[in-house]
């Protein structure tokens, strides 16, 4: 009897002790982050998603002989200043986040930026589009509805600017401070990408292959 | 509930209910215990104190396919793993749910060019709901996607009728997904299921 009730008492204390741990992380201080509403401030290195401001590309595919995974496809287009990418497109499905682009990158024009959110529901989601656009001899500006289609794996989609890469134009590109030599092509350049020809697909309802 | 499903019209009590449902899915995601690669780090950082996975009840990961929502294939998919990951997918019950975690699973990611033995995409042989893109993901990218995934579910019709346009959706879909297991190389012999 005596053994029985020794038992209960211990299994109260040994209770008690392993309690006493939980109760001190109740006076903590509290380490989630609550994520929609509050995110946590990056480091200055961080590498998120690629960006290129494609009003300061030169076109010269320094970045695409740089990465080890082909993942930019691009076309160059004009001689001397006047050299734009018609086509510019991040293939995200291959990259590897290495920045060996963005170091051989001479203008400064390819940044990663410390954009992380672009999940989507369908595979458009990893492809970037910067491209301008073709323009025809002597056009300042590249005209909608022209952009090239991309040829390749048949993974890529039909060439359209990405919804991600619009969305930089309401919110400001990362400051880089660029080198000298990019101020002067900058005249003949626009200051904006070619806008959306149509927004074709993007009125698919997400109610998805699970439904039926 | 195959019976009762997408039978009903369009009002306020069906309409409500098909809420009702839709809530109770997303408010409680349940993913399956399993990682492929470096991205099941980030999977299991998001699990942790920091990011906690729990505050949008998906935090119970289930050690079964027979009890969980979400498959989050996280990493890397070979050959030899494609098909363990389709019979652990047919095990799950209706409904569920697919994120393919980082570019690996999403779509063949660095191996893209050059992997003999990697899978182009999870999505060539089970139907994937969300795509998160990353190298491997942050853990945030991975909330984003989730919190995508829960705002698709929202809008899923359970018991009332679907209109044309959605249902071509997921026939076209459907066909994709066929067409695409059709273009997926033969897997060798010994691996076969």
Known sequence: MKRYLLDIWYSVI??????KVTLKHVFTREVTVQYPEVKLPFPDRFRGMLFNDIAT??????????????CIAMTGAGKGKARYAPMFDIHIYKCLWCSFCVEACPTGSLVMSKEYEISGYNRDCMILHFGEGVRPEGAEAPIPGTMPKVTGPEL??????HAWANAWKNNPAPVVEKPKAAAAPAAAKPAAPAAPAAPAGDGAPPSGANAG | MPILENRFEENVVFSTVDEMINWCRLSSIWPMTFGLACCAIEMMAVGAGQYDLDRFGAGAFRATPRQSDLMIVAGTVTYKMAIRIKRLYEQMPEP??????????????????????VLKGVDKIIPVDIYVPGCPPRPEALF?????????????????RLTPQEKSVIDETTRKYELETQKLAPLPKEYQA
């Open chain 1, 14 to 19: 040994s209770t008690l002790i392993g309690m």
């Open chain 1, 57 to 70: 590309c030169i076109s010269c595919e320094l970045c695409a002989k740089a990465c080890p995974a082909d």
């Open chain 1, 156 to 161: 890529v989609t039909p060439a359209r600017p």
């Open chain 2, 96 to 117: 569920k749910f697919v994120m393919a975690l980082g570019v690996c699973a999403s779509a063949g990611g660095p191996y893209y060019e050059h992997g003999y033995h």
């Open chain 2, 144 to 160: 984003d996607g989730l919190l995508k995934l829960q705002e698709k579910i929202r809008h899923q019709k359970v018991l009332r």
